[in-house]
């Protein structure tokens, strides 16, 4: 059954591809993600239903639209694609726990457990969701619209609740909170002290990931906060090697900020736990 979820999951997450695609172009531009229909930009045809399938549309039609034959960018395939893959690989990472989950305060029940999963699942494939459309806003025009940043704290808030209330354990909800807060306070610091090397989005983003990466636990939060600067410091580092950047370039840092978390998300407890081995300090 779980194998038929994870593929399951990556179906609709192409499914979902194809959406955030209209939100990666369509929010930058002050722009209604649900009207007016999607539509060729050379000629300005509506895209048809049977157009508009995911990565294999793009394939039957080479690339090209239906009617002016003007060439499609291969940028919304490989997101769609990309955003099935992602969304497979969440899937398969929550859903592999699901006979471990804890379900202390309300008794032993694998149809309880399975409906925690689930709710665990949906919040994190939200984040998934997030993280797509911010990271190509981010690399596309420097910015990370509070459209998109700003109501995914309500909409964690209560996903990551609901799934700690449903496997009896509210403590994750605290984790959550303090995560949220000091991964924005740590940015907001950064900000303030280095206005030109931080940006207000930013920081707005980095309550979010706190959030999840709280919730997950403190070698989560540790390794997914600190492992931003590293990814990114690394990039900057290679790009002035490469003379492709010098110091007063503007780099985009939400990309890193999420891939950060994410590594944080799917093995934050195993570094933390080995790096504490390393120094001597493992319990």
């Known amino acids: 059954m779980v194998s038929l979820l994870v593929a399951g999951t990556g179906l609709l997450g192409s499914l979902i591809g194809s959406f955030l695609n209209v939100v990666i172009f369509r929010v930058p531009a002050g722009r209604s993600i649900v009207s007016p229909e999607s539509a060729c930009g050379g000629c300005g045809a509506r895209i048809r239903p049977w157009d508009n399938v995911p990565v294999f549309s793009w394939l039957a039609l080479r690339g090209r639209c ?66 797509i459309s911010l990271a190509m806003i981010d690399l596309d025009t420097h910015t990370l619209p509070n459209r998109i940043v700003l109501p995914a704290y309500p909409v964690a808030t209560v996903l990551l609740g609901a799934a700690a209330m449903m496997t009896g354990e509210p403590g994750r909800i605290l984790g959550a909170l303090v995560g949220g807060a000091a991964l924005f306070g740590v940015y907001l610091l950064l900000a303030l002290a280095y206005p030109a090397g931080m940006g207000l989005g930013d920081v707005k983003l980095a309550g979010v990931l706190g959030l999840y990466l709280g919730w997950l636990g403190w070698g989560e939060l540790a390794v997914g906060g600190f492992a931003a600067f590293l990814l990114g410091g690394f990039f900057a580092l290679v790009l002035v090697i490469a003379r492709k950047a010098n110091r007063k370039s503007g780099i985009p840092f939400g990309p890193w900020m999420l891939a950060g978390a994410w590594l944080g998300i799917f093995y934050g407890e195993q570094i933390a736990n080995g790096y504490l081995s390393l120094i001597g300090l493992a319990s």
């Open 66 to 131: 239906r009617d002016c034959k003007v060439h499609i960018s291969a940028r919304y395939p490989l997101v769609e694609l990309g955003t099935a893959v992602f969304f497979a690989g969440v899937a398969a990472w929550v859903l592999s726990g699901v006979s471990t989950i804890s379900i202390t305060g309300f008794g032993s029940t694998t149809g309880l457990a399975m409906a925690a999963a689930l709710v665990t699942l949906v919040a994190f494939l939200y984040l998934a969701g997030v993280s």
